[in-house]
C-alpha cells in the first residue's frame, strides 16, 4: 500500500505550543551567589540575601560594581538566558550555603577565619589611630584578625600631642606601638608632627607610623561603592565631610547627620576589597609590626 503523504505537515496543536520562544519559566532557590537578570530592568547580579519587608519578599541583587537592588522575589529573571521564578532558599538549602561558607570561610581581611578561636588576653603591643570613624573601618575589617592576636586599637584624637603620647606609652621590646596617621603627606601639619615623633630615638625602635593620603578615612572607601568613580573635590574652606555627604544627597546640616552618613558609608564595606590599597598595605604593616615576636 502506497504511503500516505500529509501535504499539511504535522499537528500544529500537538505539543505545549502556547510555550513561549525562550521556554517556560521554572522554579529556582535564590541561593546566595547565583547570578541571575531582572527581564523589566536588565539589572544582572548576584543574590547577596533575601528578606520580607512589608509582607513582601525581596531579593537583593549586586552588580559587578558592588552596587545592590532589590527585587521582588517571583516570576521576572533570565538564568543563563532562560525564564526563572526565584523562590525563597528553604532550611536545607540555607545550611548547606552556611557549612559551604564555613568550610571555606576568610575574614574580611582575606585572612582564613578560625572555627571557635577565642580571643586572646590583649597584648602589651597596640595600634593607635586618629579618630572613632578610623577605629570602626580597622574593626569591621582587621577585626577578626586583631582578636586573635590580642592586638587593642586606641585613639589619638588627633596627632597634635603624637609625641607625648608616645612618651606616656613608653614603648618597648614586649610592648610595640603602630600609628596610623589621616592624610599623611609631604609639607601638611601631619607630616612635621610625625618627623618630630619618629626623633625620639629612645622609642624608634619600637614604634612604626604610617599613613594614608587621604583628607579623611572616608575617602579610603573606593568610591565605587557610593556609586562614584571618584570622590568629589570639596571647595578649600568648606567641611570636607558635610561636602562630601551633601554630594551624596543625604542631609547634612548637623553633625547627627554626618555620623549618619558614615554609619551608610562603612556599611558598603563588606572586605578589605572594598577599600584603597594605600589604606591596605599601612594597616596589614603596622599588624604585622606590633605582632612581631618580642624580645625579653
Excluded: N
Aim: charged share 25%; glycine share 10%.
Amino acid at each position: 500500500m502506497p504511503a500516505v503523504t500529509d501535504r499539511y505537515g504535522a499537528d500544529v496543536l500537538s505539543g505545549d505550543w502556547r510555550a513561549p520562544r525562550g521556554g517556560r519559566s521554572r522554579e529556582v532557590e535564590a541561593e546566595a551567589g547565583l547570578v541571575v537578570e531582572d527581564v523589566e530592568t536588565g539589572w544582572c547580579g548576584a543574590v547577596v540575601r533575601v528578606e520580607k519587608a512589608g509582607g513582601v519578599h525581596v531579593v537583593h541583587l549586586e552588580d559587578r560594581h558592588g552596587r545592590t537592588k532589590g527585587f521582588s522575589l517571583g516570576p521576572g529573571f533570565l538564568l543563563d538566558g532562560s525564564p526563572v521564578t526565584l523562590t525563597a532558599p528553604t532550611a536545607a538549602a540555607r545550611a548547606a550555603g552556611e557549612a559551604a561558607r564555613a568550610a571555606a570561610s576568610r575574614t574580611a581581611s582575606g585572612s582564613r577565619a578560625v572555627a571557635g578561636a577565642r580571643a586572646r588576653v590583649a597584648s602589651g603591643s597596640r595600634i593607635f589611630v586618629e579618630g572613632r570613624h578610623d577605629a570602626e573601618l580597622v574593626e569591621k575589617v582587621w577585626g577578626d584578625d586583631l582578636r586573635i592576636e590580642g592586638v587593642v586599637v586606641e585613639l589619638l584624637e588627633g596627632v597634635d600631642d603624637l609625641a607625648a603620647v608616645i612618651r606616656d606609652f613608653a614603648p618597648g621590646p614586649t610592648r610595640r606601638m603602630g600609628v596610623l596617621v589621616d592624610h599623611l603627606v609631604p609639607g601638611t601639619k601631619e607630616s612635621r608632627l610625625v618627623q618630630e615623633a619618629r626623633a625620639l630615638s629612645r622609642y624608634a625602635p619600637y614604634v612604626k607610623i604610617l599613613g594614608h593620603p587621604y583628607v579623611d578615612v572616608w575617602q579610603s572607601v573606593r568610591p565605587q561603592r557610593l556609586g562614584w568613580e571618584a570622590w568629589p573635590v570639596i571647595a578649600r574652606g568648606q567641611s570636607w565631610k558635610h561636602g562630601i555627604t551633601a554630594a551624596l544627597g543625604w542631609p547634612h546640616d548637623t553633625q547627627a547627620d554626618i555620623a549618619h552618613a558614615w554609619k551608610r558609608i562603612l556599611g558598603t564595606v563588606r572586605t578589605y576589597a572594598d577599600l584603597e590599597p594605600t589604606l591596605l598595605a599601612s594597616v596589614e604593616e603596622l599588624i604585622d609590626f606590633v605582632t612581631a615576636p618580642g624580645e625579653e
